[in-house]
C-alpha cells in the first residue's frame, strides 16, 4: 500500500503496511452489543436510559421479531437512538445481533481479560494515556466516557478503506472495545476516532516512546487595513474556568482586529453558522449530541438542544427558517426551526454514510460523507436524497454555488478538492493541494474556491467550469490552484469578509495555532496574506499527538454572513 497524505501537521508521509500480518476489524454479535446497544438497553438487554436525551431505553433482551428489530436498527428512533446504515452493521451482522439479542440473557457473552486500560475522553488528549507500551499478546480495554460516539480505529483502517487495520464500530459513552495486540515487537499503532480524528492515541509493541513537543508559532502582526463587521470563531478545545467540558466562541471586532467577546459554550463547539438576518448564531457540539443557540446581539447562550449523536456542521437556507444540522454518528441530515429548535420529522436519510460537511444552495443541500467517501445531493423541499456520488478519501468540507449547479467537498487523506456537478451528479475534477483539504467554500461571486489545507490556504479558480452546454451539461476545461499562502498548523475553516474602503478577505481558523489568520483576497489571482489576529488563551502549553491544543480553531463565520444573492 503505497496511499500519500499529509499529517495533521506539516510535511508528508506514506502509510505502509502494518509489521506482521494486516487485521481485520472483528465485529462479532456480543462486541457490537457491548460498544452499541448495550450502553443504552443494558449489557444484558434489560433495559436503562439513553446517554443522548436521557430517554428510557425499553428492554430488549428476547426480542422476537426479525422485521421489526432490523427496522429499528436500519431507521432508529432520532434522536434518542441513531440509525445504522449497512456500512457499520452489515446484513450477516445485522442478522446475528438478533439472534444475540433474542437469546439475551442466556447468550450473554462476558468481557475478556485486560492487560490494561485506555480511557477515551471527550477533552484533550483525549487517550488516556495517550501512548502505551504493551508486550506482543496483551489485551487493552478501550473505555468510552464521553457524552457521545467515539469510535477506537487504527488510522490504517481509515487510509486503505478498510482494506487493513482494525475498527472498533461506533463505541456509544459507556461502551467498551477489546483489543489483543499480535504485531510484532517494534510495531507501533496509532489509533484515532473516525468521527473526531484529532483524537488520537498510539500503542507501541514491545518498545519505548517519545512524547509530542509542544511548539507554538509566532502570530504575524495584525492586519493594517480593518475589515467590515464581526467574525465568530470556535475554539473547540479550550478550557474556561469553572466549565467541566471544553469549548469557547470567540466573537472578533474586525474593524479593530480584537478578540472582543469570548462566550463558553457546549461541549466542543466545531461548526458555526448565521441565522436569518443575522440575528442567531448556532453551533454544534461535535463531541455531544447537543447544538447551542447565542444571540449575536448579546453574546450569550440562549439554549442548548438535543439533536442527535455527534451533530457535525450545520448550514441554513440563508432566507428561511430552517437550519441543517449533518448528524455524522448516523447517516442522516437533521432539519430544525430556527424559531423553536423544533426537530423536523422529515429528515433526509442519504445512502453515504457519516455526513459531516453540509452546504445549502439554490433548493439543495450537499453533504460529504466521511466515512464512506461520498458526496451526497439532497432535495432540501422535500428533504429526500437525491443521488450519491464517491468522492476521495474521507472527506470533510463540502460547498456549493449559488446556483446550485457545482458542489466542491475536501478530501482530507487526499490532500485533493473534487467539484461535483450537481446536475448531472459526477465528479469532473479532482484538484491536488499541498496539504489536508478540510472547509471549501465558493467565494460569493462564486467564482473561486477558498480552501484551507493545513498548512496553507489555497485559491482554486473554477471559472472555466461556467460554461453550460445547451443539453445541461458542463464543459469542464480546467481547474487550477492559483496560490497557496502559509498560515498556519491546522487549517481549518475559511469564511469572507468585506475589507474597508472595498475589497474582500478570506478569515481562516487553525486547529493547532492560537491565532485567526487573514488573507486578502481582493485580487484573488494574487492573495496574500494579511496578518493574524491572536486569541485570548485561557491555558497554554497543552499538547496532544496532533499538536497543540491550546485553542483547537475549527469553525468560523461572519456576522453578517454574506450570502451570496443577497
Partial sequence: MNKRFTPLIAGTFAI????????????TPETIFRANCGTCHGQKGAGGTSWINTQAAPKIAGYMSRMMFQSHVRNGFPPQMPAFPSQEIN??????????????????????????TVTVTDEDPWYNPMQLTVNKGQTVKFVNTGKTYHP??????????????????????NGVYYRTFSEAAGSKLTFLCKIHPYMRGEVYVGTSFTPPAYHADTPAARPATAG?????????????????????????????????????????PHNI??????????????????????????????????????????????????????????YYVQPAAQSNMALGTNRAFVSGYGPHGIWYCNGKLVSANTFDNTFSIINA????????????????????????????????????????????????????????????????????????????????????????????????????????VWTGKGAHGVA??????????????????????????????????????????????????????????????????PAPWQ
Avoid at 447537543?290 to 442527535?308: F, L
Avoid at 489571482?525 to 493574524?532: C, E, L
Fill in 228 to 268: 467590515v463587521g464581526e467574525v465568530w470563531y470556535n475554539a473547540q478545545w479550550q478550557d474556561w474556568p469553572g466549565k467541566a467540558k471544553d469549548g469557547v466562541v470567540h466573537v472578533f471586532n474586525a474593524a479593530t482586529w480584537t478578540d472582543a467577546y469570548q462566550i463558553p459554550v457546549g461541549n466542543n
Fill in 16 to 27: 505502509t503496511a502494518l509489521t506482521g500480518a494486516a487485521l481485520a476489524a472483528d465485529k
Fill in 152 to 173: 477506537v480505529t487504527q488510522i490504517d483502517y481509515v487510509a486503505t478503506r478498510g482494506a487493513s487495520g482494525t475498527d472498533s464500530g461506533q463505541l456509544g459513552a
Fill in 91 to 116: 446484513s450477516t451482522e445485522l442478522t446475528n445481533l438478533f439472534q444475540y439479542v433474542r437469546g439475551l440473557p442466556g447468550s450473554y457473552v462476558a468481557e475478556p481479560t485486560a492487560q490494561y
Fill in 273 to 330: 453558522w448565521m441565522g436569518k438576518g443575522n440575528t442567531k448564531a448556532l453551533t454544534t457540539n461535535w463531541y455531544d449530541n447537543t447544538v447551542s443557540v447565542m444571540d449575536t446581539a448579546t453574546k450569550t447562550v440562549i439554549g442548548d438542544y438535543v439533536v442527535g449523536a455527534a451533530p457535525a456542521h450545520v448550514t441554513s437556507d440563508w432566507a428561511g427558517n430552517n437550519w441543517y444540522l449533518s448528524i455524522e454518528a448516523s
Fill in 381 to 484: 423541499s422535500t428533504m429526500t436524497h437525491v443521488a450519491t456520488v464517491p468522492i476521495g478519501l474521507y472527506p470533510l468540507g463540502a460547498s456549493c454555488n449559488s446556483a446550485g449547479t457545482l458542489g466542491a467537498a475536501g478530501n482530507y487523506l487526499d490532500a485533493t478538492v473534487s467539484i461535483v456537478d450537481l446536475v448531472n451528479k459526477a465528479v469532473l475534477r479532482n484538484v491536488a493541494l499541498p496539504g489536508n483539504s478540510v472547509q471549501v467554500p465558493f467565494t460569493p461571486d462564486d467564482k473561486y474556491i477558498v480552501a484551507a489545507n493545513s498548512p496553507y490556504t489555497s485559491v482554486i479558480d473554477v471559472q472555466k467550469a461556467t460554461a453550460k452546454n445547451p443539453d445541461g451539461t458542463w464543459t469542464y476545461t480546467d481547474a487550477q490552484v492559483i496560490a497557496s
Fill in 496 to 561: 469572507f469578509l468585506p475589507k474597508q474602503g472595498g475589497g474582500q478577505y478570506a478569515v481562516v481558523s487553525h486547529k493547532y495555532e492560537n491565532y485567526m489568520s487573514v488573507v486578502d483576497i481582493s485580487v484573488p489571482m494574487s492573495p496574500v496574506k494579511a496578518g493574524d489576529v491572536p486569541l485570548v488563551t485561557t491555558t497554554t502549553g497543552r499538547v496532544a499527538i496532533v499538536g497543540i491544543t491550546d485553542t483547537g480553531g475549527n469553525a468560523i463565520a461572519t456576522n453578517p454572513n
